[in-house]
């Protein structure tokens, strides 16, 4: 039994590059619904996370639809669409939809000096530096980052440093 290559490189959420042996594609969407862009077109795929249920077309440069698979019997073809037009409802809303972590509260810095960095990780260039007590506007989460605005000084910061935020 030969080896396989297979890597997967995340550019932004919902967004991947796929590099193997048979060559290089792009996912886009969420587990449970994604479209796959490669050499043999655009391949649309639609399921239940864990469930090993799923439906697959392949979309041709025509616009043409073609049936792939199913792992259902009867009524595949009716649960395909609904499922495929239900993937591209959660893709445009996704990616064109407003970002659902945008707060705009106020909080306060409670440790002694904090960095406030260019990316939300800690391994990005620190760009200023604010004191305990400094009142700062939170404009974005990401995970445990918050990118905040005060004392002339915009870009991300430790969540945990700061006080509970104020509306």
């Known amino acids: 039994m030969g080896f396989k290559f297979r890597k997967r490189i995340k550019i932004a959420p919902g967004l991947h590059?796929?590099?193997?042996?048979?060559?290089?594609?792009?996912?886009?969407?969420?587990?449970g619904a994604t479209l796959n862009i490669g050499k043999?077109?655009?391949?649309?795929?639609?399921?239940i996370p864990g469930s090993g249920l799923s439906y697959?077309?392949?979309?041709?440069d025509s616009g043409?639809?073609?049936?792939?698979t199913s792992n259902t019997d009867k009524g595949s073809f009716l649960l395909g669409k609904t499922l495929l037009?239900?993937?591209?409802?959660?893709?445009?809303?996704?990616?064109?939809?407003?970002?659902s972590d945008s707060i705009?509260?106020?909080?306060?810095?409670?440790?002694?000096?904090l960095r406030v960095r260019a990316e939300p990780t800690t391994n990005s260039m620190v760009i200023s530096q604010l004191a305990?007590?400094?009142k700062v506007e939170v404009i974005q989460t990401n995970g445990r980052w918050v990118f905040i605005e005060g004392n002339g000084v915009?870009?991300?910061?430790?969540?945990e440093y700061l006080s509970n935020p104020e509306p």
């Open 154 to 159: 915009k870009g991300w910061v430790a969540a």
């Open 17 to 31: 590059v796929n590099i193997s042996q048979s060559g290089i594609s792009t996912s886009i969407g969420k587990p």
């Open 40 to 47: 043999n077109g655009v391949k649309a795929t639609v399921g």
């Open 104 to 113: 705009n509260s106020f909080s306060t810095v409670e440790i002694k000096s």
């Open 56 to 60: 697959s077309q392949n979309i041709t």
């Open 64 to 68: 043409r639809l073609n049936e792939v």
């Open 132 to 134: 305990a007590g400094d």
């Open 85 to 99: 037009a239900i993937v591209f409802f959660l893709l445009v809303a996704n990616f064109w939809g407003s970002p």
